[in-house]
């Protein structure tokens, strides 16, 4: 199982950008997709995630800006976020976590999101 994300890239303050992650394999559940990032010298911080009953979960940093969504028949999660500040400026990592697998929990590659002036 691989999950596999698209969407990173350059913007301007207050500019948009869709992230999209598709888990690609043989799957038997996914429990929670989400998005984390890191910063440059930072640590890897939550930012959404949604639960397959469709509760999402937001870091206050980005709640009201960003919203994540989820197709669970698609097996993919996308994150929209609006409003970006160059505080946003990170790498972007889609997770998901597979209860039945014996590798429960699986990361994307990461894109990077850029925000500049």
């Known amino acids: 199982v691989q999950l596999v994300e698209s969407g990173g890239g350059l913007v301007q303050p207050g500019g948009s950008l869709r992230l999209s992650c598709a888990a690609s394999?043989?799957?038997?559940?996914?429990?929670?997709m989400g998005w984390y990032r890191q910063a440059p010298g930072k640590e890897r911080v939550l930012v959404a995630s949604m639960h397959k009953a469709g509760i999402a979960t937001y870091a206050d940093s980005v709640k009201g800006r960003f919203t994540i969504s989820r197709d669970m028949s698609e097996n993919t999660v996308w994150l929209q976020m609006n409003n970006l500040t160059p505080e946003d400026t990170a790498i972007y990592f889609c997770?998901?976590?597979?209860?039945?697998?014996?590798?429960?929990?699986?990361w994307g590659q990461g894109t990077q999101v850029t925000v500049f002036s």
């Open positions: 997770y998901a976590y597979f209860p039945l697998h014996d590798e429960k929990d699986i």
């Open positions: 394999g043989v799957i038997f559940s996914i429990d929670t």
